[in-house]
């Protein structure tokens, strides 16, 4: 099967770029990852992409605090498109994409997120589920579109609130499920794209 390129953006810890590269080095996934990419400089997901031996840039992301500087935000796109990236991957990506990289990968920017969307957009959102006091959250992987943690649903996968929770412990059984769940719908779709 061919193998889709995925081009991985990242901004902290990267243990979804680490399932993701795993699931590939294990033959789970027919993908290839052709380039890593990250706004800070000393972050973790760069890290393991040095690991796992893959293309990895720092891309300096200016002056803005939420989002790319439009040239910069051109740049991503350019070293996406120079790696012959297919399908692009935010996996902890901390900065809202504008119209260039909109524009470019339309509908094929992925993202995942810690709750089941629509519910809790934005940060932290398994904190938001405990204080709302719900019995079930989870994670949910979703096209990414102009407006924050919003765009077309692709899959989404349910995580029990427990009596004893911490933010945490919530957020680190979230974490186990992410790691199964974005896997999987890539895999889906890099078979889907194949057929
Ligand atoms: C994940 O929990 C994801 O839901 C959110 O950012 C976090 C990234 O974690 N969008 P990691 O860097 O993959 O460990």
């Known amino acids: 099967m061919k193998r889709l390129a995925l081009g991985i953006l990242g901004s902290g810890k990267g243990s979804n770029c680490r399932a993701i590269l795993e699931n590939i080095r294990s033959g789970v996934l027919p993908a290839e990852v052709p380039v890593v990419i ?16 893959v293309p990895n840039a720092y891309l300096p992301p200016g002056n803005f605090r939420t989002r ?17 990236v297919e399908l692009v991957v935010l996996a902890g990506f901390m900065r809202v994409l504008k119209s260039p990289m909109l524009g470019a990968f339309q509908q094929r920017i992925l993202n995942i997120h810690p709750s089941l969307l629509p519910k809790f957009p934005g940060l932290e959102a398994w904190k938001q589920a405990l204080a709302a006091g719900d019995k079930v959250t989870g994670c ?9 943690d919003h765009g077309d649903i692709i899959a989404q996968r349910e995580v029990a609130i427990l009596p004893n929770d911490t933010p945490e412990s919530l957020h680190a059984r979230i974490q186990l499920v ?4 974005y896997p999987e719908v890539i895999a889906r779709l890099c078979r889907e794209r194949a057929s």
Not at 42 to 48: C, G, N, Q, S, Y
Not at 142 to 147: F, L, N, S
Request: hydrophobic share 50%.
């Open 38 to 53: 990250s706004d800070v400089f000393d972050a973790p997901i760069l890290d393991i992409a040095r690991e796992f031996s």
């Open 68 to 84: 790319l500087e439009p040239q910069v935000e051109m740049e991503l796109v350019q070293m996406l498109r120079a790696a012959a």
């Open 140 to 148: 949910t992987v979703h096209y990414v579109d102009e407006k924050i």
């Open 178 to 181: 992410e790691h199964e769940l």
